[in-house]
């Protein structure tokens, strides 16, 4: 079992950044993909970035692709999510997800096991 725990999340202006943290629990964050996801309300939970186990690969739909970026440091049990260029359709609540194979692919959430409590991202116009 892991723990996670989100952190960074806030009110920002269009255009400006954020970085999300995620600290995870235990000795075995290196042996779990790591993963973002966000849900607006009334929408549906969505594929914001995936990273493997050393790191060494990273994944992004068109939403975010050149504005976020994924990255892991196993030595802190950290994964953190930076944010730039933010547009107020990214406001929502994001969360972070581990898991220790892929499922189908890394954007389908049955890959991720553990989940986050979340963190409110508001971007504002």
């Known amino acids: 079992q892991v723990q996670l725990v989100e952190s960074g999340g806030g009110l920002v202006q269009a255009g400006g950044s954020l970085r999300l943290s995620c600290a995870a629990s235990g000795r075995t964050f290196r042996s779990y993909i790591m993963g973002w996801f966000r849900q607006a309300p009334g929408k549906e939970r969505e594929f914001v970035a995936a990273?493997?186990?050393?790191?060494?690969?990273?994944y992004y739909p068109d939403s975010v692709k050149g504005r976020f970026t994924i990255s892991r440091d196993n030595a802190k049990n950290t994964v953190y999510l930076q944010m730039n260029s933010l547009k107020p359709e990214d406001t929502a609540n994001y969360y972070c997800?581990?898991?220790?194979?892929?499922?189908?692919?890394?954007?389908?959430?049955?890959?991720?096991?553990?989940w986050g409590q979340g963190t409110q991202v508001t971007v504002s116009s």
């Open positions: 997800a581990a898991g220790p194979i892929v499922y189908s692919a890394y954007d389908d959430r049955r890959t991720y096991n553990y």
């Open positions: 990273i493997s186990r050393n790191g060494g690969t990273t």
